[in-house]
């Protein structure tokens, strides 16, 4: 018996692009970096972009965000041409995405409640009375307790730097949140409240996030959609499952290279708020 479209729900429309990269080509002298790369990311997903020494990660990440011009194809970030829009156009898309950088990049002579107020001054024209509330909103977000934005960046350890870094890359409420190695030189326990805290981010406010990582139990605990870059292009695409079974000697190597953690975070779980060194 056909179906009764009077009664069955119609199927949703896919989720919009946020990320639409065509024919990215980028060298450095000789060496070929990316060679035709394309990628989509659409709106609400979490995804671990993962690769080879020298495979162009962190190099795609600043194509997307306008910090390095790709010698071919284009680029857009939320439906905006990065490198042909005209500048207004640019400066409204970038209050719309956050991007921590792998060591942070705080201002380390400002305090943390300075260093996630500077966007709000920059961008916003709001009484000092909300910029303060909405810092010490992004801090809670962030899962600081209220008097680490007192503290100088060299004062805290390296989890609440991370941390730190996240709340300013909220302060203006993105859409899309870029992070790269962010749990890079984080014990084991820091780095899994970290990756639970992303899990919230995505899940529970409904922020897409794209993240460059090397850590398998960031891929095992929360990523749901893994794209692997090689030989100059994306080589595999789709959930851990499929990732895992294809053909490829770097994938294969990688991922049989060591089992992931018994405490990656579970994505339900909320992001705990620190008050010591995680």
Do not use: C
């Not at 080509?25 to 995804?47: C, W």
């Not at 795609?60 to 156009?89: C, K, S, Y």
């Not at 922020?207 to 929360?222: A, E, K, P, R």
């Amino acid at each position: 018996m056909s179906a009764d479209p009077r009664t069955d729900p119609a199927p949703s429309a896919p989720a919009e692009a946020v990320i639409e990269l065509r024919g990215v080509g980028t060298r450095f002298g000789s060496q070929v970096v990316h060679d035709g790369l394309d990628l989509e990311i659409r709106r609400g997903d979490l995804v671990a972009l993962i690769g080879g020494s020298g495979s162009g990660k962190s190099v795609l990440l600043r194509e997307i965000i306008g910090l390095h011009r790709p010698d071919a194809g284009e680029v857009r970030l939320l439906g905006t041409d990065v490198w042909r829009a005209p500048q207004a156009e640019l400066s409204a898309m970038r209050r719309r995405f956050g991007m921590m950088f792998q060591e942070g990049a705080l201002f380390s002579s400002l305090d943390v409640a300075t260093n996630v107020a500077t966007p709000l001054r920059e961008h916003l024209d709001l009484p000092e009375a909300i910029v303060e509330r909405l810092v010490r909103l992004r801090l809670a977000l962030a899962g600081l307790p209220p008097e680490a934005g007192a503290k100088l960046p060299s004062q805290l350890s390296g989890g609440m730097r991370k941390r730190a870094a996240i709340a300013r890359a909220l302060a203006l409420e993105p859409e899309v949140l870029f992070l790269d190695e962010p749990t890079s030189g984080l014990d084991p326990i820091t780095a899994r409240a970290f990756d639970a805290l992303l899990a919230f981010l995505n899940r529970d406010l409904g922020i897409t996030v794209l993240v460059v990582t090397h850590d398998l139990d960031t891929l095992f605990g929360i990523a749901k959609r893994i794209v692997v870059l090689g030989r100059g292009r994306v080589i595999a695409d789709g959930t851990l499952d499929e990732v895992v079974q294809v053909d490829d000697p770097w994938i294969q190597s990688y991922f049989s290279s060591r089992a992931p953690s018994a405490a990656a975070p579970s994505p339900n779980r909320p992001p705990p708020v620190t008050r010591d060194g995680a």
